[in-house]
């Protein structure tokens, strides 16, 4: 075979393993334990973006209704200075306390009922176990995190 037969044929397979790459992995939907685990350490780390990720009608956060509260704001401007305040508050207080995302650790799925779905993670500084609740089909949202045991939480 000639050279120039032998380069084009690399090439060939070159972009047909490139291409069923991105076929594979464009726009492929994270699990839960991703999206989980994505959705906290956008948390603590204060990302306005993850604001998408919850749903902020039903929001319950370590033992508040948050979902009770924001539903009582007056407009959509309030909601938003909530959204984006918690998200802000979260973070700067865990900050604070010397938290670190990197002692959550064994994410997991713990429980799966339909469409929802409960991630547990360990938080290795308390020894405990935090829960966060998905619920949704096909676009799942955070509606809870609890620490186990907690709150009603399994």
């Known amino acids: 075979m000639k050279k120039e037969n032998i380069q084009f044929a690399l090439y060939i397979f070159i972009f047909l393993v490139a291409t069923l790459l991105i076929i594979l992995f464009w726009g492929r ?20 973006s993850v604001q998408k990720f919850i749903d902020w009608d039903n929001f319950n956060a370590l033992g508040l209704d948050m979902g009770s509260l924001y539903k009582k704001l007056p407009n959509k401007f309030e909601q938003s200075e909530y959204r984006k ?38 938080y290795t500084v308390k020894l405990k176990t935090m829960l966060f609740t ?21």
Do not use: H
């Not at 939907?29 to 306005?48: A, P, T, Y």
């Not at 998905?134 to 399994?154: R, T």
């Open 134 to 154: 998905l619920l949704g089909y096909p676009k799942k949202k955070l509606i809870d995190m609890q620490w186990e045991g907690e709150s009603g939480q399994p």
């Open 85 to 122: 305040e918690f998200i802000k508050n979260l973070s700067t207080t865990f900050k604070r306390a010397g938290g670190r995302a990197q002692a959550f650790t064994n994410w997991r799925v713990f429980k799966t009922e339909g469409s929802k779905t409960i991630i547990a993670v360990d």
């Open 29 to 48: 939907e994270k699990n839960d334990v991703e999206l989980c685990r994505d959705i906290f350490n956008g948390l603590l780390s204060g990302r306005q």
